[in-house]
């Protein structure tokens, strides 16, 4: 079956960097998005990988290796408007979106 | 604000009762979508509509309908659920560009809670 594994919260001091994991195991890959989502809103876009290596926009940073079904959310000098719920999810061979259950970061002053 | 507005934001019903949720974009997106998404669970595809023609049906059961009668307006008619159904339930959008990079843009959902 098809696959998406995220921490379930995380923890993080304002200021400071967190790196959000996520692993897939997919049938195929077309890219892998991030999105955020704060309680009671709807989740907004935050980045798209299809090609290995770093993608940096402002403070959020995202990671792909393709080789290694792994991807992470880099997030720097962290504010409290960051706390927030995290989507990763992966487009298979067959172009669906395969979505993890998401991380909740909560950040503390 | 992401262009993409859902009504209403909460409901409560009666196992008995028949209710719909509304959906409307005006980002000149062909495709259209409902989620649901419930409490530390992935989001689960329901519906897809591309150029207001069903695409898929992700195994739902048909106390939930769907209906969309233009590119821009999307409705998810409910009736007779169970408590199970109470849920968090998206409407998102999307441009229709065949190149996999295409970006969702969600409703803010409909808190939908079922006695």
């Known amino acids: 079956g098809q696959n998406i594994d995220q921490p379930t919260e995380m923890t993080a001091t304002e200021g400071a960097i967190v790196q959000i994991n996520c692993t897939y195991q997919?049938?195929?890959?077309?890219?892998l998005f991030w999105y955020q989502q704060h309680a009671g809103e709807a989740p907004t876009f935050l980045s798209y990988?299809?090609l290995d290596g770093l993608e940096e926009k402002g403070r959020f940073s995202s990671f792909l290796s393709r080789s290694k079904g792994y991807s992470y959310l880099l997030l720097k000098e962290l504010q409290m408007k960051d706390s927030a719920s995290y989507l990763c999810?992966?487009?298979?061979?067959?172009?669906?979106?395969?979505w993890g259950a998401g991380t909740k970061l909560i950040i503390k002053p | 604000e992401t262009g993409v507005t859902q009504t209403p934001r909460h409901l409560v019903m009666g196992m008995t009762n028949k209710k719909s949720l509304k959906c409307e974009q005006h980002?000149?997106?062909?495709?259209m979508y409902w989620y649901k998404q419930s409490a530390k669970k992935p989001l689960e595809l329901m519906f897809v509509?591309?150029?207001?023609?069903?695409?898929e049906n992700n195994s739902v059961p048909s106390r939930f309908s769907p209906e969309c009668p233009n590119s821009s307006h999307l409705f998810l008619h409910l009736h007779t659920l169970q408590p199970e159904d109470s849920a968090l339930y998206l409407c998102?959008?999307?441009?229709?560009?065949?190149?996999?990079?295409?970006?969702?843009?969600f409703g803010s959902g409909t808190q939908l809670s079922v006695l």
């Open positions: 509509y591309n150029f207001k023609e069903q695409t």
């Open positions: 999810a992966v487009r298979d061979s067959n172009y669906q979106l395969i």
């Open positions: 990988n299809v």
């Open positions: 998102a959008s999307s441009p229709l560009t065949g190149t996999g990079d295409e970006k969702l843009f």
């Open positions: 980002l000149g997106h062909n495709a």
């Open positions: 997919t049938s195929g890959f077309n890219g």
